[in-house]
């Protein structure tokens, strides 16, 4: 039977991973610094339950039961016992390092410190641990009950055994884990995604084209589902710029310097959907 997971951060990735682990039937510890960052989360998994159950993916009982099983709270000693926790909370460095390193002194030895982490290098998020042959790579994608692939990436001194159990878990979720061999900035999804983002802000501030028709032609003609200013949006502007600085920074190639229009979007609060607008208006999205 499915044991109890824990999701430490209740942002969009955060609380779509707690949708997607209590759906599998895990009982699940999620949480969060504010009693308003855990009742936002809450409203965004039960909306999320709620669509699926009016499309027939699910029943409303099974909603109600997968909305159940998810515990609320801004007290991480709840997590105590969990065989997993799955960091979610900021792209940043440091932060990371002092999430992980508190879940290591809560958890039992065996279990498992995942992190959420779309860019950093596993291999240093695990140093801030007394375990890092559990410590591995989950980067789920946006919206994490809607996409299918889970990025597993070990670090350097991440066990065969942990990637095995990590495997499962993910599985477990009805997610397809593809695990990644190399710890390196950016792992494969974002060094794909980024210069397509990094290229199109580019041509944005050229002049070359409109936001729209670069989306226009990203999804009408390339065949991609999102454009990327769409994408970027849906992503969070801060966030893409948080991954794009730190691959910047580890790599130190000026190809991946950051668009001054990408931070000035940032620096005036305008992060996508989120926050009610980035490279377009989101009013209705809130």
């Known amino acids: 039977m499915p044991g109890v997971v824990g999701v430490l951060g209740t942002g969009t990735m955060g609380a779509g991973i707690a949708q997607v682990a209590a759906q599998a039937g895990y009982r699940v510890v999620a949480c969060d610094v504010s009693e308003e960052a855990l009742e936002r989360a809450r409203r965004y998994v039960q909306s999320g339950l709620e669509s699926f159950a009016r499309k027939g993916v ?14 609320w709270t801004t007290r991480l000693e709840e997590m105590e016992g969990a065989e997993a926790a799955i960091e979610a909370i900021v792209e940043r460095v ?48 946006t919206p994490p009950p809607l996409r ?69 032609l990203a999804t009408r003609g390339l065949g991609f589902p999102l454009g990327p200013f769409q994408l970027a949006d849906l992503i969070g502007l801060d966030v893409a710029l948080d991954v794009i600085s730190y691959v910047h920074r580890e790599l130190g190639e000026p190809y991946y310097a950051p668009p001054r229009l990408l931070k000035n979007r940032v620096r005036s609060g305008r992060l996508g959907r989120k926050s009610g607008e980035g490279f377009y208006p989101h009013g209705g999205d809130r």
């Open 94 to 141: 440091e932060p990371k390092k002092e999430a992980l390193a508190a879940l290591d002194g809560l958890l039992p030895e065996s279990s498992l410190l995942l992190t959420n982490t779309s860019s950093i290098s596993i291999t240093e998020l695990a140093s801030a641990t007394g375990r890092p042959d559990k410590v591995c790579g989950t980067h789920f994608f």
């Open 58 to 71: 699910i029943s409303g009982e099974q909603a109600g039961a997968a909305l159940g099983r998810i515990r």
């Open 148 to 216: 299918e692939a889970v990025e597993v990436v070990r670090g350097e001194d991440t066990s065969g055994e942990t990637v095995r159990r990590v495997r499962e878990l993910i599985s477990s979720f009805g997610k397809l884990p593809v695990v990644v061999g190399k710890d390196v900035p950016g792992f494969v999804a974002n060094r794909l995604l980024m210069p397509m983002l990094l290229e199109a802000v580019r041509l944005l501030e050229e002049g070359v084209a409109g936001k729209e028709e670069i989306d226009r």
